[in-house]
Nanobody
Framework: VQLQASGGGLVQAGGSLRLSCAASGGTLGSYVMGWFRQAPGKEREFVAAISRGGVNTFYGDSVKGRFTISRHNGKNTLYLQMNSLKPEDTAVYYC?????????????????WGQGTEVTVSS
């Protein structure tokens, strides 16, 4: 499956952005999906994950209560709604997919990755 992330940009602190991840060459509903981010000089960080049917969601501590992951399997698209953005949310955001249910926060468990979309939050 190929993944294409979009929706990044420049936003002021306190603002919102919605990222999208379009899947092609496969059925999104077959995969657990996740969002990760990587800031310059830092390791890739788990942001959020969602089960195949969208019932179960998981969040990293730094985004809990501010970000919402969702999916529309009929449209083969994954979303990340980001509210109350902070300068420390500045990073390249990646969507990823995997077949196994376990270890949703471990990037090494994901099989396919999108190219990333850059989010910059100004103070």
């Amino acid at each position: 499956v190929q993944l294409q992330a979009s929706g990044g940009g420049l936003v002021q602190a306190g603002g919102s952005l919605r990222l999208s991840c379009a899947a092609s060459g496969g059925t999104l509903g077959s995969y657990v999906m996740g969002w990760f981010r990587q800031a310059p000089g830092k390791e890739r960080e788990f942001v959020a994950a969602i089960s195949r049917g969208g019932v179960n969601t998981f969040y990293g501590d730094s985004v809990k209560g501010r970000f919402t992951i969702s999916r529309h399997n009929g449209k083969n698209t994954l979303y990340l709604q980001m509210n109350s953005l902070k300068p420390e949310d500045t990073a390249v955001y990646y969507c990823a997919s995997k077949s196994q249910r376990q270890d949703y926060n471990d990037p090494d468990r994901y099989d396919y990755w999108g190219q990333g979309t850059e989010v910059t939050v100004s103070s």
